[in-house]
């Protein structure tokens, strides 16, 4: 519900705020006063097309703020805290226009764009009149409506978790036939590549062992005279190294016998005596074992090219085409069993489809019944308020499909084209005058004749319907005596279960309010502002019977309008 109203430099209204109370809450005033201006503030931060005609002269910019208490209101919690917003009991929503032509809106104090903002208004208000935040004209939510009626919130539920699974299944189905189609295009290149690569056939690092193998054949000529070179340096020569180690260490055993402190250095000289031995072995045995074989050396070059040639085409490395090549097989091994696959698909699809069907239809049945139901109940609620030659039709209809439409569902023989809410699709018709055929809803032209649609719709749906607050802008056009007193108890009904804020200028319905706030204007100065004021249970008595009397207000006035009030 809408707890509090903060508008400030909006038209006529320089600042005010007012608290709002649950039930059924009256605004009266004289013409002009301002009433309507209040309902536009309102619609302003329901996202509402801002302008700047809308600022008070001489202020810089406009604002208008709404508390919205939102404990039951679920869907509006799950929105903001889907679009991650602060999420409370409270609901702060604030609207600023500027001079500038620039709007800026805010949700909880914290920036919102604009169209997040109309979405939690819908959930929030429901706006009739001259503004056009009408719920109940778009079409889209006729079934929803319907289905709160005849309490099928479960049923749709059950449908949409089936239609859900159905879908699921569907897209894979479809997935995998896209793959099939694509894999089956590939199917030759890709076995062309395997053959390729198989060719081949390279192992892991094989091309850096090639390339080590290769550096040593191409040099072995110089290899060998490098380790002759050494080997006789070392071992060979007649000054080699190892003969001047052998007299060193000669040395250290003749200094050793006179001082043993030479005994640790004399140690050293024989290691590195032997090391040197081991050198002179090894140089030795690699020369001898190198084996120039030119067609060794050709073969490994030509081994090297084709795998650089894989290396090339299939991902740099040869870690790279191995990996590529378990992929490829794995595709040709898919597109040989997908046959299988897709069968096995489309026999859960068949099953989905005919399961969902089933619920679809029960769906559809439910709702022709509640259709008829809501039909005569609307009927007789309109003839009440003043409407006697009303005909309220709710348009059902569903649409043929074929078997391979997204989400289609099957029922004896037949596929339907479904979405989550079932395959029925609603729309509410109305005539409103004897002989005339029944239109679209949102087709209704008179303002007065579409708020009492709207409240007779409500007054059905009200048990269910949890949208929270509903306005009444002028909902007494055309309407007076013994019909406007049954359009007020009707609302006053309708309260129970709805925070309503109407504006009237009918007696018979501004003595069913529960709170009554009267509109004035005044003169400050030079200028002409907007007060609301909330009427004591006494004042009350005087604004109904100032309606009924006008300016003058008699004994015999206030006597009637106690009477009204206590009716």
Known sequence: MLKTLYVKNYALIDELSIDFASGLNILTGETGAGKSILLGALGLILGERASTENIRQGAGKAVVEGIFTVNDNEPARRLLARADYENGNEIIVRREITTRGTSRSFINDSPAPLNLVKELGDYLVDLHGQHEHQLLLRSETHLHLLDNAGGLERLVADFSAVHDDLCRTRRELDELRKREAQLREKQEFHQYQLREIDAVSPTPDEDQTIQHELKILENSERIMELT???????????????????????????????????????????????????????????????????????????????????????????????????????????????????????????????????????????????????????????????????????????????????????????????????????????????????????????????????????????????????VFDEIDTGISGRIASKVGASMRDLADFHQIIAITHLPQIAAMSSSHYVVEKEEQGKRTVTRVRRLSAEEHTREVAKLMSGEVITESSLQMARELIES
Do not use: W
């Open 228 to 470: 002759s070179a050494l080997r006789a340096l070392l071992y060979e020569d007649d000054n080699s190294v190892r003969d001047q180690l052998l007299r060193a260490r000669n040395l250290f055993d003749q200094i050793v016998h006179i001082d043993p402190a030479f005994q640790e250095y004399r140690a050293e000289c024989v290691t590195a005596f032997t090391i040197v031995e081991e050198i002179a072995k090894y140089t030795q045995s690699y020369s001898v074992a190198i084996d120039f074989a030119p067609e060794r050396l050709e073969e490994l070059r030509e081994r090297l090219l084709a795998l650089n040639g894989l290396r090339k085409k299939y991902g740099g490395t040869l870690a790279a085409v191995l990996e590529y090549r378990q992929m490829i097989a794995g595709e040709i091994s898919l597109a040989e069993n997908f046959d299988a696959q897709i069968e096995t698909l489309e026999g859960e699809v068949e099953q989905k489809q005919r399961r969902a069907g089933e619920l679809a239809m029960k769906l559809s049945q439910k709702r022709a019944e509640t259709a008829r139901r809501v039909e005569r109940s609307v009927e007789n609620t309109l003839k009440g308020l003043g409407i006697e030659k009303g005909r309220f039709i709710v348009h059902v209809e569903r649409n043929e499909a074929t078997a391979e439409a997204p989400g289609a569902v099957f029922h004896n023989g037949t596929y339907y084209a479904a979405s989550q809410t079932g395959i029925d699709r609603a729309e509410y018709y109305i005539s409103t005058n004897l002989g005339e055929e029944p239109k679209p809803l949102a087709r209704v032209a008179s303002g007065g004749e579409i708020s009492r649609v709207m409240l007779a719709l409500k007054t059905i749906l009200a048990k269910n319907d949890k949208l929270p607050l509903l």
